[in-house]
């Protein structure tokens, strides 16, 4: 095993998460391969690594209340020892309608469905959604890095559609709603209009769009970052798994990479069951739940609030200067 994943050092100040030798054991320990039909307490918060098709067929129907799928784009990558390539759209639409038939069939009556893209995967995500469950929204979120281009415009978002089985499943907006700064705050007889005025400034809470412009791509100084090349953020799972699940629910995610859903369906006290085929990616989830025994922080989520991206980290500093000269 220690022949097939390299233990790294990093730079003091750099973050990203990595596995040591005495990881290797501990969480290999952790993880699960299926070899028959299991029942659902079998993979409850479990990781399984395994290729899908081949996990698939062993897991328990309709067992599910939230899926989030993160799959691979319509590009050129390299996910370690996998390597996707990129296709025609048929081609992309014939390998995804392949598994998400399989994965669909995991899904309770009542449950929800997010199905990450980009604009390449567009089409395709939209016909088979439609195809086979109820199309909700689409949701796009910015990326706030990327590469520029010259000949094009630079590509700095991502969707992520949402879909459900029926018209009978469960959504919590009071659990998304976000914070942010006022501008221009407007006040009737010299009391504020729909936002509060404290000490660290004006904010309004407001309801959620299927705009999202808060969200933070991990990078080396985050301590959630790892070298999963298409790491989600734990924020925006956050707002996946608050707004359609409720504690205690099982959250389902068939490429897990990193672990990223385990680990925050883990902090928002519900149950996860992942599935990924690469060991290291496995151990590094495996390693990030543990982690997530002692430490429960959402990075940009504080006191049931979403806050604007990077405001809760200049609140924190500007409460810290105060404090420092007082």
């Given amino acids: 095993m220690e022949g097939l994943i390299i233990i790294k050092e990093r730079a003091n100040r750099n973050q990203t998460l990595s596995l ?11 993880i699960q391969v299926l070899s028959k039909p299991v029942e659902i307490e079998d993979i409850i918060n479990k ?11 062993f897991l328990p129907n309709e067992f599910a209340d939230l899926i989030f799928i993160d799959p691979p784009y319509n590009l050129d990558k390299d996910f370690q020892s996998v390597h996707f390539q990129e296709g025609s759209i048929q081609e992309y639409q014939e390998w995804m309608e392949s598994w998400l038939v399989l994965v669909i069939q995991k899904l309770k009556p009542n449950g929800s469905l997010y199905l990450c893209g ?22 796009t979120f910015e990326r706030e890095k990327g590469r520029g281009a010259k000949t094009n415009w630079k590509n700095c978002s991502e969707d992520i559609w949402f879909a459900t089985k029926s018209n009978h499943y469960y959504f ?6 976000m914070k942010r700064k006022v501008i221009a705050p407007y006040k009737i007889e010299g009391k504020p209009k729909d936002w509060e ?3 660290d400034g004006n904010f309004r809470i407001t309801h959620p769009s299927n705009v999202w412009t808060d969200i933070t791509i991990p990078f080396w100084s985050m301590p959630e970052n790892t070298e999963h090349p298409t790491q989600k953020p734990e924020k925006l799972l956050a707002k996946i798994i608050l707004a359609s699940s409720k504690e205690g629910d099982i959250v389902f995610d068939p490429f897990l990479g990193s672990g990223t859903t385990s680990v925050v369906a883990k902090k928002l006290n519900r149950n996860y069951c992942g599935i990924e085929i690469n ?9 990030r739940l543990a982690l997530a025994e002692q430490n429960k922080t959402i990075q940009g989520y504080m006191d ?13 500093k500007n409460s810290k200067i105060k404090n420092d000269l007082f």
Wanted: hydrophobic content about 40%; glycine content about 2%; charged content about 30%.
């Fill in 20 to 30: 040591e030798t005495s990881d290797l054991e501990q969480y290999n320990a952790k």
């Fill in 197 to 199: 005025e404290s000490e």
């Fill in 304 to 316: 049931g609030i979403f806050w604007e991206r990077n405001a809760l980290n200049e609140m924190k």
């Fill in 172 to 177: 919590d907006v009071e659990a998304v709603k």
């Fill in 118 to 139: 980009d604009w390449r995967s567009a089409s395709p995500i939209h016909f088979l959604l439609d195809k086979y469950l109820i199309v909700r929204n689409r949701i």
């Fill in 279 to 287: 060991q290291e990616y496995c151990l590094l989830a495996e390693k």
């Fill in 47 to 57: 990781t399984i690594q395994q290729d899908l098709f081949e996990a698939l067929t």
